[in-house]
């Protein structure tokens, strides 16, 4: 299993605010920034969320991220139906020495 | 535009060898770390390792130190990924991502390559 945990699928409806968590350790995510992908079936990830809570240019301000202690959060507001994805969180992890994904979270738009 | 290219599709054989390539446009490439990416059905992401092009640093996961080697040709903007004996556990799919910042272990991975797929089958 994943050094992250990540529940494996979320849904919501159009409009509606969604959360998905990563939960991790001392080594990474008490340590390091998060970052947050969004990945279609069949494209490349796309960076979504970095340093915890900073959005890339192109990034709508639906997507917000936050962390507290060993844990992370992504937050999408305002659900839309394009959103219906793959989310996957990444950190360094000190004691693996190597940079850690979480197993992704499956959005399911209702 | 700011893009990573990567090569094609490699279909190869238990013991043979390969290389695929990222090539780099729209920016300065010695001066973002390059990394790479597998992604295999069950497993999810994969980090491999990453390069620093001005000076060649190279990092590698543990899990894949040994099993490949990670280089670039700055003359030409271009990162590479070769195996020396592939196996079929090398099977996959492989971006290369520029990443963000002087720390390779901060920042995300802002620009993704679209990925090259790799079969190993005898």
Same mark, same amino acid.
């Given at each position: 299993?994943?050094?992250?945990?990540? *529940?494996?699928?979320? !849904?919501? #409806?159009?409009?509606?605010?969604?959360?998905? !968590?990563?939960?991790?350790?001392?080594?990474? +995510?008490?340590?390091? @920034?998060?970052?947050?992908?969004?990945?279609?079936? =069949? #494209?490349? *990830?796309?960076?979504? +969320?970095?340093?915890?809570?900073?959005?890339?240019?192109?990034?709508?301000?639906?997507? !917000? /991220?936050?962390?507290?202690?060993?844990?992370?959060?992504?937050?999408?507001?305002?659900?839309?139906? $394009?959103? $219906?994805?793959?989310?996957?969180? =990444?950190?360094?992890?000190?004691?693996?020495?190597?940079?850690?994904?979480?197993?992704? #979270?499956?959005? @399911?738009?209702? | 535009?700011?893009?990573?290219?990567?090569?094609?599709?490699?279909?190869?054989?238990?013991?043979? !060898?390969?290389? +695929?390539?990222?090539?780099?446009?729209?920016? =300065?490439?010695?001066?973002?770390?390059?990394?790479?990416?597998?992604?295999?059905?069950?497993?999810?992401?994969?980090?491999?390792?990453?390069?620093?092009?001005?000076?060649?640093?190279?990092?590698?996961?543990?899990?894949?130190?040994?099993?490949? @080697?990670?280089?670039?040709?700055?003359?030409? &903007? #271009?990162?590479?990924?070769?195996? &020396?004996?592939?196996?079929?556990?090398?099977?996959?799919?492989?971006?290369?991502?520029?990443? +963000? /910042? =002087?720390?390779?272990?901060?920042?995300?991975?802002?620009?993704?390559?679209?990925? @090259?797929?790799?079969?190993?089958?005898?």
């Amino acid at each position: 299993q994943s050094v992250l945990t990540q *529940p494996p699928s979320a !849904s919501g #409806t159009p409009g509606q605010r969604v959360t998905i !968590s990563c939960s991790g350790s001392s080594s990474n +995510i008490g340590s390091h @920034t998060v970052n947050w992908y969004q990945q279609f079936p =069949a #494209t490349a *990830p796309k960076l979504l +969320i970095y340093s915890n809570d900073q959005r890339p240019s192109g990034v709508p301000d639906r997507f !917000s /991220g936050s962390k507290s202690g060993t844990s992370a959060s992504l937050a999408i507001s305002g659900l839309q139906s $394009e959103d $219906e994805a793959d989310y996957y969180c =990444a950190i360094w992890d000190d004691s693996l020495i190597r940079w850690v994904f979480g197993g992704g #979270t499956k959005l @399911t738009v209702l | 535009e700011v893009q990573l290219e990567q090569s094609a599709a490699e279909v190869k054989k238990p013991g043979e !060898s390969l290389t +695929i390539s990222c090539k780099a446009s729209g920016y =300065a490439f010695s001066y973002y770390w390059i990394g790479w990416v597998r992604r295999m059905p069950v497993k999810g992401l994969e980090w491999v390792g990453v390069i620093f092009p001005d000076d060649s640093t190279i990092r590698y996961s543990p899990s894949f130190q040994g099993q490949v @080697t990670i280089s670039v040709d700055k003359s030409i &903007n #271009t990162a590479y990924l070769k195996w &020396n004996s592939l196996k079929a556990s090398d099977s996959g799919m492989y971006y290369c991502a520029r990443r +963000i /910042g =002087a720390d390779f272990r901060r920042g995300g991975m802002d620009v993704w390559g679209q990925g @090259t797929t790799v079969t190993v089958s005898s």
